[in-house]
Structure formats: C-alpha cells, structure tokens
C-alpha cells in the first residue's frame, strides 16, 4: 500500500496512525509544505493523509502551495484514491470541492464530545459510522459546509459539521482522532497562545490532565475508521 501524507507544520504529525501502518508494513512518504513542498504523481497512491496545521485554507495568497495541495487532491479523489484529512485537511477537501469554509461560531480548542450522525445515514451502511457520543480532541476555528456527495458523520454543540464521508473513498474529520499525549502537548506547545476563556476551549491544564484511556478510546476510533476506508490488516 503507497501512503503519501500531507504535512503543513512539523508539529502535527499522523501520531496514532503511525502504528496503524506500521503493522501493514508500510511506511508513508511525506510531503512536507513548510520544507520543500514535493508533491507525487496521483497514479500509484492508494491512500491520502492531510493533516492539520494553524493556517486557512483561505490563505492562498499568503501560502501559495494550498493552491497546487487543492488541485492535487481534487485530482486524487478523481482518480479513485482514498483520501482522510484532518482537521485543516478535512477544511482542504470540502474547499477543493468545492464547499465554502469559513470561521466557525466558536472555536472549539480541547476535549469535547461529539454526536454520531444517525438521520444522514445511509440505511444498512455501517462504513465510518461514529458512536451516538464520542469524546475527541479538538483544535479549530473554521469550518466548512458539506461538499457535493457528502454524507454528514458527526455534529457538536458548537459545530454542526463535525465529520462527512464521500462514498467509500473520502473522509472528513474536523478533529483529531489520532491524537496522542505527546502530538496534543506539541500542538499546546506550538499554538497555546489560542487557550483564551471562552465557552469551547479549554485550559491547558485540563488538556494536558486528560486520561491515556481517553486518548487511547479515540485511537481506537481512529484505527476502525482507516479499516472502512481501507480495509482490516492480513492475519
């Protein structure tokens, strides 16, 4: 399996997913945009992680390179590819095809639960389908509406568009299932100057006091989600 991930900061990283592909014996290639920003030819790649990163997708004429990442995924979706972006990188999908983003009501910055998306389910299709509540870790200030196939996976109090996917081959998270102790406490150490009082964002003390089980709950989630999208490991 070819894994090319998408990496706009060096502080946020596919932490949990790490092992994930490790134990399929793959090790991803990188694109790295705050180095030398090399992206791959489409045909080969069975699998497209976009991470996040503190930057809009709006901000094309600051950083040009999200102009050539938009066309790339729009021309790995075309060709079949498998694509999962998180939190910036969901924001990148629905914009390169073709949904708006735009600030959020509230950002949303912590641990909060999340609810699974029953009524735009599509009936007897289990791929990708959250429990009715999830605690995720979150990190965002915009959001986006649904691209044109989507089907909504997830909602908060304070987002309505949490999670989508497209058919078989697309998924969307506006949070970071694959966070671990270490990646939430680089992104703390990176962007901690977001951490002010308000409704959706917590302290940092309460961010870095959360439990390895929880961590390790969305990890889980994490792991059944790359299984609907890609498939399960060999025995």
């Known amino acids: 399996m070819r894994v090319q ?4 900061v060096p502080f946020e990283d596919i932490g949990a997913m790490a092992p994930w592909l490790a134990a399929r014996g793959v090790i991803p290639d990188y694109t790295r945009f705050y180095d030398d920003g090399l992206l791959p030819p489409v045909a080969g790649l069975d699998l497209v992680i976009v991470m996040g990163g503190p ?6 004429a600051q950083l040009p390179w ?8 729009r021309e790995a979706i075309g060709h079949g ?8 990188g969901a924001q990148l999908i629905a914009d390169a095809l073709g949904a708006r983003v735009y600030p959020n009501a509230e950002k949303e910055i912590g641990w909060f639960t999340i609810q699974g998306v029953s009524e735009d389910a599509v009936p007897g299709d289990a791929c990708c389908r959250f429990p009715a509540e999830s605690l995720v870790f979150h990190w965002h200030g915009e959001t986006f509406d649904l691209p044109p196939g989507a089907v909504r996976l997830a909602r908060s109090a304070a987002c309505e568009n949490q999670a989508f ?4 081959q697309v998924v969307g998270l506006q949070f970071h299932l694959e966070a671990t102790a270490e990646s939430a406490a680089a992104i ?3 962007c901690g100057d977001e951490l002010v009082p308000a409704p959706w964002i917590q302290t ?3 961010i870095r006091g959360v439990d390895a089980a929880v961590y390790a709950e969305a990890n889980r989630l ?3 989600i790359l299984d609907d999208l890609v498939g399960p490991a060999s025995p």
Do not use: P, T
């Not at 991930?5 to 706009?8: D, E, F, P, R």
């Open 5 to 8: 991930v998408l990496q706009h």
């Open 55 to 60: 930057m809009s997708v709006n901000d094309e």
């Open 66 to 73: 999200l102009h050539a990442e938009k066309e790339f995924l």
């Open 81 to 88: 590819v498998r694509v999962l972006g998180v939190c910036l």
């Open 165 to 168: 996917r497209i058919g078989r």
């Open 188 to 190: 703390l150490d990176h």
């Open 204 to 206: 940092e003390a309460a």
């Open 222 to 224: 994490m792991g059944r």
